[in-house]
């Protein structure tokens, strides 16, 4: 069975800290997408990552894919309260559209 | 801009009655999921759509039944709704042009009494 683990579930930083989430999963995936969901909001897609050692960065957000550690980072730059959401990484293994999220790292970002 | 509708932001039903949830996407994606959200198990695909009538069952099809008779519009129906399928349901589409990134909805949380 498929299993997307991610770590940590809950992360509270202060502002102008650095820290990772972490994103593994049990079946080889060559495609791995980051997701940002706000209270009450629907998820937003924030990266898509399609190959082995893909890098992508956004602003103060950087996300990387190691398909061979079946391992997704997603790295936080000197954190500011606007990134306080909820950060899911999902992976279709089968390339089927056959979508598992993991449960989600709620971070909070505290002045 | 993709856009992906949902038709109903909140709703509260009774138990029994016949729910029909409706997703609208205009950018011709051929992929149409619907996703119930709970706390504590993250997001769970109910049943997805890769062409006109055509559907897949995800983990969780009991108690839901879909169609999808026009490529742009996606419906979830509850046949029988009951407390347990008070959640928050999520619609969302890809399309392969995308490398499968998934749009979502913007929600419609189903209360049912």
């Known amino acids: 069975e498929l299993k997307v683990e991610q770590n940590p579930l809950f992360l509270s930083m202060q502002e102008g800290k650095n820290y990772t989430i972490y994103c593994n999963y049990s079946t080889t995936s060559d495609r791995l997408y980051w997701y940002r969901q706000d209270p009450g909001k629907s998820l937003e897609s924030l990266f898509v990552?399609?190959?082995?050692?893909a890098v992508k960065q956004e602003g103060r957000l950087m996300a990387s894919l190691d398909t061979k550690a079946r391992l997704s980072t997603l790295h936080i730059t000197a954190a500011v309260h606007d990134l306080s959401a909820t950060y899911f990484c999902?992976?279709?293994?089968?390339?089927?559209?056959?979508?598992?999220f993991g449960a989600g790292t709620r971070l909070t970002v505290k002045p | 801009d993709v856009k992906v509708t949902q038709s109903s932001r909140y709703l509260v039903k009774r138990t029994g009655e016949k729910v029909f949830l409706e997703c609208v996407q205009d950018?011709?994606?051929?992929?149409m999921f619907w996703y119930r959200q709970d706390p504590g198990l993250g997001l769970r695909l109910i049943y997805f759509?890769?062409?006109?009538?055509?559907?897949e069952k995800g983990d969780i099809p009991e108690g839901y039944s879909v169609s999808r008779e026009k490529k742009e519009r996606f419906s979830l129906i509850l046949e029988s709704a009951s407390t347990n399928q008070t959640s928050m349901y999520l619609c969302a589409t890809t399309t392969a042009r995308l490398g499968n990134e998934q749009f979502f909805g913007p929600g419609t949380r189903l209360t049912v009494l």
């Open positions: 759509s890769y062409d006109v009538k055509m559907k």
């Open positions: 990552l399609l190959s082995n050692g």
């Open positions: 950018m011709d994606h051929e992929n």
């Open positions: 999902a992976v279709d293994p089968y390339n089927n559209n056959d979508m598992r």
